[in-house]
């Protein structure tokens, strides 16, 4: 599975920014996919991920309410649509996939495909 990641920007504080990972492969519908991102000198942090099949979606506590997860599995894209946006959301956001059935994992090391990432910088 290749990924790649689009629709990062500079975005003012309270704005909007809608990041979309475009999966090659004939199998997208069956992989979980997941948002992390990372600031410079921090680890890379879980943001959300949504599970292939049902849909069903889990979110970081920073992301709850303010962030959308969604996928189109005919487009081989998901989206994440964030809102309310504050300067401490400015990082590198990298789309993943994982081989799996459930969405509730937050351990990037449980993903097996990587995009290369989409700067987001969110001005105060």
């Known amino acids: 599975v290749q990924l790649q990641a689009s629709g990062g920007g500079l975005v003012q504080a309270g704005g909007s920014l809608r990041l979309s990972c475009a999966a090659s492969?004939?199998?997208?519908?069956?992989?979980?996919m997941g948002w992390f991102r990372q600031a410079p000198g921090k680890e890379r942090e879980f943001v959300a991920a949504?599970?292939?099949?049902?849909?069903?979606?889990y979110y970081a506590d920073s992301a709850k309410g303010r962030f959308t997860i969604s996928r189109d599995n005919a487009k081989n894209t998901v989206y994440l649509q964030m809102n309310s946006l504050k300067p401490e959301d400015t990082a590198v956001y990298y789309c993943a996939a994982r081989s799996a059935t459930s969405a509730r994992t937050s351990n990037p090391q449980s993903y097996n495909y990587w995009g290369q990432g989409t700067q987001v910088t969110v001005s105060s």
């Open positions: 492969g004939r199998t997208f519908s069956s992989y979980v």
């Open positions: 949504i599970s292939g099949s049902s849909g069903s979606t």
